[in-house]
């Protein structure tokens, strides 16, 4: 490929005010203005009225630029809201006259500022971009010329390959971070894009907007018309949108819904924008390697280009089909989903957040919303091993589609799966019982310790939350005793919280002493290895062991609630009671263990399991089926193959450093506290009283959603701020958390 650049024209700003006086008699200073590979010049007559010259590439053939001129007088007639630069005829009548071997045309100056060079892109400003581009392919459709096929231009989106050839010109890693994009493009079916005679090069440069800044008056630069899909058009103009924006995605949403508003598109074409638009800036950043090579003083060539390769990279750790499925919600009329839920969902459910999140994609560490935002999530522990992992993903699919029932047939999965688990735990826990869900895991530890000890008494720490059966709420003090709730059952003893920051002297032996003397017929003592609803609460060292001593001398059997804090969470163990030294009777395991697909389990002895059949049979129907097995493999498999126990070692106790420091400068954080990626901390009034801010803690973390990072609230007072994120959290995570807190707290 021979660059245009060797043909492009070189006259100096007096050469080209002689050719306007030569040509159009037309007496005017000139001032070169940007060009790739043509020159345009602006002219100023004694009067004050402008123009723009504009030299062609002698390359450029002429029925292109008669294309143009064609072009520009039927937009100017269709009666849009825009501008359109207007021909002046040469001194002998000709629309097109020649300098040497070049082309000339004199066109009338079109007033307004380039929305690059415009500060703040505003929400009118992007839609009113939309609707101008929308008006004018809207005037094109139909629009026909002998010369809109142009099977040789590199800027066509059809040949965004050819730019691959210039790949050699850039680094290793930036030609891994453009194959995707040209292959997503090349991988774009075609036939059901309409096609149209479009723009095609509506940047930022090319746009220009009124003194305002808040509405685009006109689009220039018709020089890189042809036919194309039509959806190419609105493609282009993304690229350019996208362009040094918080939040690109949305960005280009209140685009493509203006665009739309005007000139529907379909739903082919809206899927086919984002791998256009960013194949777009592929091709770019590919032609100004090749370009500034060839014309290094040329800085046009170079002017998006930083920014380019900023968004690219951007764009290119974003979940696939998310844009897509943005663009199609920004097209869409509005639903009420909150409204639906409260018609047909049960009112005692809840939303996270005063102005709720509707999300469209997880991916990896991060939720996508649907109005074209990201969020940092922070607090979602089911999803253990990253929203959607392709591996969990796949192995669901693979397993779904080859066969799903029941437990009642030899199946490999679920043998492979019952080994790998237990050889996660104590030699002694080596039975395993397979549900659907934390409460069903606990509801039936409950049942087999009853069974084991024929008893019915348990002890349970306060604030605890083990399930949402009839029998779990019992076990449960944070609803029993909360809103609703119906006190303490007779057959339930409740432990003060081992907490360490709010009660560093208490006397739990003691505690537990009483609670254990006040049960008639100890069952069962259910505690998690770390207290979650309580406060993201770090057991005093040798709590459970005292507390598994005292229980088992009374005949109990020991319980870890492993929901929430089981996995690798803990950073040192796989299992959080392992950080207590103790071996529980039983083990309840739900949340991260199916990565969010309904998988619980309960390990427990031989001999209570030996207890548990008495002739009647555990039947569980979705319990233990092929799909969750499959899926629990992955999960284990992901943990290991990723080394996410050492993540969440490092990442934690990194976090936590950060966390440490930003309680020295914030008087309102106190109590940080934390195991691996475990992490809490409480919002107090101040350092003197240590008084619990439940509402600051609330109001902190809506604030810190609208910066873009999900935390949520948990404790007695709901002012513990939990975090407790994807095993894949990174430093780089906790330092935009911890920085965003920064700032954010007074
Ligand atoms: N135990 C603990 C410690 C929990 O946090 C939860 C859920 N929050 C459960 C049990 C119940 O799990 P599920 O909601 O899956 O029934």
Redesign the pocket.
């Known amino acids: 490929m021979t660059s245009a650049l060797h043909t492009a024209p070189t006259f100096s700003p007096a050469g080209a005010a002689r050719l306007a006086l030569d040509l159009y008699g037309l007496a005017a200073e000139a001032e070169a203005l940007p060009s790739e590979r043509d020159q345009n010049f602006l002219l100023r007559d004694a009067s004050g009225a402008r123009f723009v010259l504009k030299i062609a590439n002698s390359a450029e053939s002429r029925p292109v630029l008669d294309l143009q001129n064609r072009a520009l007088e039927h937009l100017a007639a269709a009666g849009t809201s825009l501008q359109f630069p207007a021909l002046r005829r040469d001194a002998n009548g000709a629309e097109i006259a020649s300098a040497g071997s070049h082309a000339v045309r004199l066109l009338t100056w079109v007033e307004g500022v380039p929305m690059a060079s415009v500060q703040l892109h505003s929400p009118e400003l992007l839609a009113s971009l939309g609707r101008a581009l929308g008006e004018i392919d809207a005037a094109l459709a139909g629009f026909q010329h002998p010369a809109q096929y142009r099977e040789n231009f590199y800027w066509d989106l059809a040949q965004a390959n050819r730019a691959t050839e210039h790949l050699h010109l850039l680094s290793q890693p930036q030609r891994d971070l453009l194959m995707p994009f040209f292959l997503a493009s090349s991988e774009l079916d075609w036939t059901p894009l309409r096609r149209s005679v479009i723009h095609n090069d509506a940047n930022d440069y090319n746009v220009l907007v009124d003194a305002s800044g808040s509405r685009v008056v006109a689009i220039v630069d018709y020089g890189d018309m042809l036919e194309s899909a039509l959806a190419c058009d609105l493609a282009v103009a993304l690229a350019y949108a996208m362009l040094d924006k918080p939040e690109p995605i949305a960005a280009a949403a209140r685009v493509v819904a203006a665009y739309h508003r005007v000139n529907p598109l379909r739903e082919a074409e809206i899927e086919a924008l984002f791998p256009l638009s960013a194949a777009r800036l592929a091709m770019s950043v590919c032609y100004a390697a090749w370009q500034s090579r060839e014309a290094p003083h040329n800085a046009y060539l170079n002017i998006s280009n930083r920014p380019a390769w900023a968004l690219l990279e951007r764009l290119a750790r974003l979940p696939k089909g998310w844009p897509a499925e943005v663009f199609q919600h920004a097209v869409r009329p509005a639903r009420d989903l909150l409204g639906a839920r409260r018609r047909h969902l049960g009112p005692s459910l809840s939303v996270s957040y005063q102005r709720p999140l509707h999300i469209l994609r997880g991916w990896r560490q991060h939720l996508y919303d649907a109005s074209g935002r990201a969020y940092l999530d922070c607090v979602n522990n089911v999803t253990h091993v990253g929203h959607c992992h392709p591996r969990v993903v796949a192995a669901a699919q693979r397993q779904e589609a080859l066969f799903n029932s029941n437990t009642r047939y030899l199946n490999e999965q679920l043998v492979e799966y019952i080994e790998r688990l237990t050889a996660t735990l104590p030699a002694a826990l080596s039975v395993v019982y397979l549900v659907?869900?934390?409460?069903?895991?606990?509801e039936l530890a409950l049942r087999l310790a009853r069974t084991h000890t024929g008893r019915n008494g348990a002890i349970v720490v306060d604030t605890?939350?083990?399930?949402?059966?009839n029998a779990?709420i019992d076990l449960s003090p944070y609803k029993f005793n909360g809103p609703g709730g119906r006190g303490r059952p007779d057959h339930v003893q409740v432990l003060p919280m081992p907490d360490p920051f709010r009660h560093p002297e208490a006397d739990h032996a003691a505690f537990l002493a009483r609670a254990v003397a006040d049960s008639t017929g100890l069952a069962v003592f259910f505690c998690?290895s770390a207290l979650?609803?309580g406060g993201q609460i770090i057991l005093p060292p040798g709590y459970l062991r005292e507390a598994y001593r005292a229980v088992r001398a009374a005949g109990g059997v020991c319980v870890a609630?492993?929901?929430?804090?089981g996995f690798g969470r803990a950073g040192s163990h796989f299992w959080m009671f392992e950080t207590q030294g103790v071996v529980p009777d039983i083990v309840?395991m739900?949340?991260p263990i199916g990565n969010g697909h309904?998988l619980?389990a309960v390990a427990t002895t031989p001999q209570i399991a030996a207890s548990f059949a008495n002739g009647m049979e555990y039947f569980n129907t979705f319990g233990g089926n092929p799909v969750s097995c499959a899926i629990g493999l992955a999960v284990l498999d992901v943990i290991r193959d990723e080394g996410l126990e050492e993540n969440a070692r490092e990442t934690g106790a990194y976090l936590l450093g950060r966390l440490g420091d930003l309680a020295g400068r914030h008087a309102s954080v106190a109590g940080v506290r934390g195991q691996g990626l475990f992490v809490g901390f409480e919002i107090v009034r101040g350092p003197e009283t240590l008084e619990p801010a439940g509402a600051d803690a609330a109001a902190l973390i809506n604030r810190m959603k609208e910066a873009g990072v999900l935390l949520a609230t948990d404790g007695p007072h709901h002012n513990v701020i939990k975090i407790k994120p994807p095993m894949i959290f990174s430093r780089a995570d906790a330092d935009l958390l911890v920085d965003r807190l920064d700032a954010m707290l007074p």
Do not use: F
């Open positions: 659907c869900s934390g409460s069903e895991a606990n605890a939350y083990h399930g949402n059966t779990l998690e979650s609803c609630d492993e929901v929430q804090t309840t739900g949340k309904p619980g």
